[in-house]
C-alpha cells in the first residue's frame, strides 16, 4: 500500500480516523500524567547456624507461619506503627506454579509498592524491622538454643525502591506503534464493510 492509497483511506474514514486518535491521546495524557509505582524487594532464606547446607522441615513450616502473619491485619498495624504507609506483601516462595507446589525451601518474599520511592522504601524498612521482631518473639520462651535459633539472611535484593513501569519513552513509542495498527485495522474493515455495501 503506497503513501496515496494510505491517505486515500483516511479521507474516506476521516471520522473513523480522529476517534482512534482521540482515543490514543486520551491513553496518552492518562499514562503521562499516572503517578509512577516503586517497589523495593528483598528475598529472605530462613536457616540456623546447624543448618547451613540442608533444608527441614520446621524451616519451611516457620516460614509459612511468619510469612502468614505479616499479612494479619496486627502485623499491618506494628508496620503503620514503625513507620510503613503503604502497600506491601510477605509471601512463602513458590518455585514452581499453582500445579505444582514447591514448599521445600524457606524462602520468604517482602515486597513493598507505593506511589513514591520514600514510601516505599519507608514501608519496606518497617516490614523487614517487624518481620524480623515477629521470629524473634515466636522463638521466645521456647527455650531453643542459639545454636538453633532461626535468623534471616538476604539472598537477593531490589537494592532500594525502583520504578516498577517501563521506560516513558518505550511506554509512548508502543503506543505510537499501537495507535497505528489500530488505524489501519478499523479503517480496512470500514473499507472493506463499505464495498461490500456499495452496488456492483
Same mark, same amino acid.
Given at each position: 500500500m503506497s503513501l496515496t492509497d494510505i491517505a486515500a483511506l483516511? /479521507? /474516506?474514514?476521516?471520522?473513523?480516523?480522529?476517534?482512534?486518535?482521540?482515543i490514543s491521546a486520551i491513553v496518552g495524557f492518562d499514562l503521562h500524567h499516572t503517578k509512577p509505582l516503586y517497589g523495593d524487594t528483598v528475598d529472605l532464606d530462613l536457616k540456623? #547456624?546447624?543448618?547451613?547446607?540442608?533444608?527441614?522441615?520446621?524451616?519451611?513450616?516457620?516460614?509459612?507461619?511468619?510469612? /502468614?502473619?505479616?499479612?494479619? #491485619?496486627?502485623?499491618?498495624?506494628?508496620?503503620?506503627?514503625? +513507620? +510503613?504507609?503503604?502497600?506491601?506483601?510477605?509471601?512463602?516462595?513458590?518455585l514452581y506454579n499453582m500445579e505444582l507446589p514447591d514448599y521445600s525451601v #524457606?524462602?520468604?518474599?517482602v =515486597?513493598? =509498592? &507505593? +506511589?513514591?520511592?520514600? &514510601? &516505599?522504601?519507608?514501608?519496606?524498612?518497617?516490614?523487614?524491622?517487624?518481620? &524480623?521482631?515477629?521470629?524473634?518473639?515466636?522463638?521466645?520462651?521456647k527455650d531453643i538454643p542459639p545454636a538453633d535459633q532461626i535468623n534471616l539472611y538476604?539472598?537477593?535484593?531490589? +537494592?532500594?525502591?525502583? #520504578?516498577?513501569?517501563g521506560s516513558p519513552t518505550r511506554t509512548f513509542a508502543a503506543l505510537l506503534v499501537l495507535t497505528i495498527i489500530a488505524l489501519f485495522v478499523v479503517l480496512s474493515f470500514l473499507d472493506r464493510k463499505r464495498a461490500l455495501l456499495e452496488p456492483q
Open positions: 483516511i /479521507r /474516506r474514514h476521516v471520522i473513523a480516523t480522529v476517534i482512534v486518535l482521540i540456623t #547456624p546447624s543448618s547451613q547446607t540442608t533444608w527441614s522441615s520446621s524451616l519451611v513450616i516457620t516460614a509459612d507461619l511468619v510469612s /502468614r502473619s505479616m499479612m494479619s #491485619p496486627q502485623a499491618a498495624q506494628l508496620v503503620r506503627k514503625a +513507620g +510503613g504507609s503503604s502497600s506491601y506483601q510477605v509471601t512463602l516462595v513458590n #524457606p524462602y520468604i518474599s =515486597t513493598a =509498592t &507505593a +506511589g513514591s520511592q520514600t &514510601a &516505599a522504601q519507608d514501608t519496606f524498612g518497617a516490614v523487614t524491622r517487624v518481620l &524480623a521482631q515477629e521470629l524473634k518473639d515466636w522463638q521466645a520462651g538476604t539472598m537477593a535484593a531490589s +537494592g532500594g525502591a525502583i #520504578p516498577l513501569s
